[in-house]
């Protein structure tokens, strides 16, 4: 069953803890995307990677942080200098320098306890 | 900032009807994605259109490109209740420092009643 995984489908945070997203892809995707809904929203680009152990930062990466120390994985952490952490929030993966078709997991939605 | 915006921001139509919905950008592009988003899921790919294109078919969908006003449209015929959905454009812009990053329009919001 190939995809994009997301887990947990629904996190609380408590003031001043960091949380993690765990976002996990069997496609062999070179690429992977972090992105945030707020309601009636567009998605807004958190953090991308194009390739393992290499990461940049995309419009509203403040208050974030990532990981890619696997081609599979690209774990996202909330961190408590995130202030308005309540959102939804996408993982997405692509081939790497193809026409640029994003997956998306079924994300996780995260409030605030 | 959006690069995309569209336009209606909702719209409600009867099954059968067609729907149209709109998508302005701003800068060049190397190629413009629709994607659906069914309420509180991810988004699934729904078609592409290159910016040497200027119209593409898929089922009941045909989506348009005018890169000389920088908007596209996506039209679904035939519309059914389960169509019902949020409708995002996504555009891979050109230049060097894009890094195949996509940028999303705000979206559509569908209603289709039966």
């Known amino acids: 069953d190939g995809g994009i995984t997301q887990s947990p489908k629904y996190l609380f945070r408590k003031e001043g803890q960091n949380v993690t997203l765990s976002c996990e892809q069997n496609l062999n995707h070179d690429a992977m995307y972090w992105y945030r809904q707020d309601p009636g929203q567009g998605l807004r680009l958190i953090y991308y990677s194009q390739i393992v152990n290499d990461f940049q930062k995309g419009d509203i990466a403040e208050g974030y942080s990532v990981s890619r120390e696997k081609k599979e994985s690209f774990p996202l952490t909330v961190t408590s200098a995130q202030k308005n952490p309540t959102a939804f929030y996408l993982c997405a993966s692509s081939l790497r320098g193809g026409k640029n078709i994003q997956y998306f997991g079924a994300g996780t939605r995260l409030s605030v306890l | 900032s959006q690069q995309g915006e569209e336009d209606p921001q909702a719209l409600s139509i009867q099954e059968g009807e067609n729907a149209t919905m709109n998508c302005s950008y701003k800068t060049s592009i190397n190629n413009l994605q629709w994607y659906r988003q069914n309420s509180g899921r991810g988004l699934v790919h729904l078609i592409l259109?290159?910016?040497?294109?200027r119209e593409k078919h898929s089922g009941r969908l045909r989506v348009t490109l005018d890169t000389s006003k920088k908007s596209s449209s996506l039209l679904i015929t035939a519309s059914r209740a389960a169509d019902t959905a949020s409708y995002f454009c996504a555009t891979d812009d050109a230049g060097g420092t894009s890094y195949g990053k996509l940028t999303f329009g705000q979206g559509t919001i569908l209603t289709v009643h039966p």
């Open positions: 259109i290159r910016s040497n294109e």
